[in-house]
């Protein structure tokens, strides 16, 4: 367990369809990132959240949208899904002692 | 804008044998972090080692070394004593400023019995 709890580990939706990623951040840290990866692709930068606030924006599709609680957890909203959103989603967080730790990710699929 | 490159997409390995994966990066910044990270078929995302850009001192962890020539811009993880849990892709990232990691596109390894 790394301490980066994500749900669900699995999700299967139709297209057109809205969903919603839960992301809980290792205790202590502030930090919350969220990254694309596509079949057989890198990791894509979303957006970043620090400390409820958002801090910065990757190549995110204006469909998609995020935030971070008062608790910390981050939720990443996906709306009017294309079968091409279909990838793997995780989320990190992160102390610079130590770097990025990643959740175990959520694997998105759009039928 | 920072960019990490790894030229490599595949690589092979004899078991027991000694392997290195090129790393290439570019950027403006002087404190910088950077690391490698490990993708096993289970797609979870592991830290293997990370680097310091202040530090000249090469990082190491059991196994697994890096070079790190900040002059060159280059960042080589090498795996001694390959063993077969050690097939995965293999990402190289870049932390600075900005504080969101920068990924390669990664190299998947390999390892032959």
């Known amino acids: 367990d790394s301490g980066v709890t994500q749900t669900p580990k699995h999700l299967i939706t139709a297209t057109g369809q809205r969903v919603t990623l839960r992301c809980s951040p290792r205790?202590?840290?502030?930090?919350v990132y969220w990254y694309q990866q596509s079949l057989d692709q890198g990791l894509q930068f979303l957006i970043q959240?620090?400390?409820?606030?958002?801090?910065a924006k990757g190549n995110i599709l204006e469909r998609f949208s995020a935030q971070q609680f008062p608790d910390l957890h981050s939720e990443l909203n996906l709306s009017s899904l294309e079968l091409g959103d279909s990838a793997l989603y995780f989320c990190?967080?992160?102390?610079?002692?130590?770097?990025?730790?990643f959740g175990s990710g959520t694997r998105l699929t759009v039928v | 804008a920072q960019t990490v490159t790894q030229s490599q997409p595949e690589m092979s390995v004899q078991e027991a044998e000694t392997v290195t994966l090129s790393c290439t990066y570019d950027?403006?910044?002087?404190?910088?972090?950077l690391f490698w990270y490990k993708q096993p078929p289970s797609r979870q995302m592991i830290l293997v080692i990370r680097?310091?850009?202040?530090?000249?001192q090469n990082a190491t962890e059991n196994r697994f070394s890096v070079n790190f020539q900040k002059a060159a811009k280059s960042f080589s993880l090498k795996i001694s004593d390959s063993q077969l849990g050690d097939a995965a892709m293999y990402f190289c990232?870049?932390?600075?400023?900005?504080?969101?990691?920068?990924f390669g596109t990664g190299t998947l390894l390999a390892v032959q019995p």
């Open positions: 990190a967080s992160s102390d610079w002692a130590y770097g990025y730790t």
């Open positions: 205790s202590g840290d502030l930090s």
């Open positions: 959240y620090y400390n409820g606030e958002e801090r």
């Open positions: 950027t403006s910044e002087s404190d910088y972090y």
């Open positions: 680097q310091e850009a202040y530090k000249q």
């Open positions: 990232a870049y932390g600075g400023a900005t504080n969101k990691l920068i």
